[in-house]
């Protein structure tokens, strides 16, 4: 509620003020409060949050369209609200006049009474117009129809003149649960057959070993031998990563960006190692070691620093192989969090592409000749990306690129998956 710090009952009001502050410019994930929510209504302030913040662009290009002026800038927990009942109303199988009655309710919950009426009537009106307002908001271009924002649109078009409707789309689907098999513990089949057994449908995930796709997403404790460490919860793409690192056994190995640790696992999976994982947030560093007893895996050197300043923390020991899974923009992943189409602004990728070519120039000189440095981003911004790794090539005489498979683009459900960028470049040997 807006006047107090309890936060609100309602599962709806949740997704509204969640949506309020993503437009402030937190995370969804962070602003989202579930707590003292009955698990019924927590999933129904997921699935509303979610997706109003999915489809926010459109939502707020309907919204004009229903309004006579628009709404004050001190009222966007009304505005919030507005979009969460107009998506509700769009999708939802409860009935209409049960979802208006209760958004008018809520307004009052916002102390403003005075809005009551006005939500009675925008709801109603869309009810009544939706067939002919659903065509002008898709006759409105790819932006708004898509509820994207135009630079992100502009980007996509000039990078994939052929795939950017499809790269809309994707990124508006809902992302399957993909998990990766331990195969330290068991073998994928193994695992499938377990998940059979549970009654959980599931197929092995086409482009790599280890992947399992579910047909429903269940919750993860749920799933057999998840306490015992036999899964990982990691996208299909991002599973990719360990195998072009390809470790031997007992290499010196570095994860230079390696929080929350879904890779340093999958790369101990493969192979007993001399891993050291870096991440400059010693919170999210937490988590690899959480991780890594949960799957049972040997430890890993875990070092809170700037990647970037390796004279902080590096031994002067060349390491044999080096994953850098860059900070980016993570236009790859706005179907798991869709709240990247409202943060992400134009203006953020130079100083993202800067942060990346620093990066990669303070590691390339970690890595022993001969050795392997395989380059990822969940981006799918050539800046970040094929610019990014062509500029590093043009600048350092002793990085040879490999040819990978589309030249290393993963795009949004492509197979399933979500975007991802890999290049694997070898330092030549002295
Ligand atoms: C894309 S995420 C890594 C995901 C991880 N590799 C995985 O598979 O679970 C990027 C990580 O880079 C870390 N990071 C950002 N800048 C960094 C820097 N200069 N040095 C080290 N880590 C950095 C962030 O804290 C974040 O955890």
């Given amino acids: 509620m807006a006047t107090s710090s309890a936060p609100p009952a309602s599962a709806r009001l949740r997704a509204a003020l969640a949506l309020q ?52 800038a001190r009222d966007q927990d009304l505005k919030a609200l507005l979009l969460v009942a107009l998506y509700e109303l769009q999708a939802s199988r409860a009935p209409a006049p049960a979802s208006v009655n209760e958004a008018v309710a809520l307004a009052a919950q916002l102390d403003k009474d005075w809005a ?78 377990h998940l059979a057994a549970a009654g959980f449908a599931a197929q092995g995930q086409a482009r790599t070993a280890a992947g399992v796709v579910l047909d ?35 290499e010196r190995v570095l994860d230079a960006c390696a929080a929350p640790g879904g890779k340093t696992a999958h790369l101990l999976e493969l192979a007993d190692l001399d891993l050291w994982a870096v991440d400059i947030s010693a919170r999210r560093l937490g988590q690899i070691r959480e991780n890594l007893q949960r799957l049972g895996l040997p430890a890993a050197r875990l070092i809170a620093a700037d990647a970037a300043q390796p004279d902080a923390w590096w031994d002067g020991v060349p390491f044999d192989r080096i994953l850098l899974d860059a900070p980016c923009s993570a236009t790859g992943v706005i179907r798991r969090h869709p709240d990247i189409k409202l943060l992400r602004r134009a203006g953020d990728i130079p100083a993202l592409a800067a942060r990346q070519r620093a ?24 800046t970040e990306n094929a610019e990014q790794i062509a500029a590093f090539c043009a600048s350092h005489a002793d990085a040879r690129c490999l040819a990978l498979p589309g030249t290393g683009q993963v795009l949004p459900g492509a197979d399933g998956m979500d975007g991802f960028f890999y290049a694997v470049l070898e330092k030549e040997a002295a």
Avoid: I
Avoid at 48 to 57: D, E, G, S, V
């Fill in 21 to 72: 502050q993503v437009w402030a410019g937190r995370s969804l994930d962070d602003a989202l409060q579930l707590q003292g929510l009955s698990a019924r209504d927590q999933r129904q302030a997921q699935w509303l949050a979610y997706n109003a913040t999915r489809w926010a662009q459109r939502l707020e290009a309907l919204l004009d369209l229903l309004l006579d002026k628009p709404l004050k």
């Fill in 216 to 250: 429903a997403p269940v919750a993860v404790e749920s799933l057999p031998g998840w306490r015992e460490g036999w899964v990982s919860v990691q996208d299909g793409a991002a599973q990719l990563a360990a195998p072009l690192v390809n470790p031997q056994p007992g």
């Fill in 359 to 382: 990066l990669l120039a303070a590691l390339w000189p970690l890595l022993r000749p001969g050795g392997r440095f395989v380059y990822a981003t969940c981006s799918v911004l050539p």
């Fill in 116 to 193: 009551r009426g006005l939500v009675n009537a925008v709801l109603r009106r869309y009810l009544r117009e939706r067939a002919a307002l659903d065509a002008r908001l898709d006759g409105m271009g790819p932006a708004v129809a898509s509820s994207h924002p135009q630079w992100l649109v502009e980007a996509l078009q000039t990078a994939y003149p052929e795939d950017w409707p499809a790269v809309l789309a994707a990124n508006n689907a809902h992302p399957p649960l993909v998990l990766r098999v331990n195969r330290r513990r068991l073998a994928r089949e193994a695992y499938l057959a």
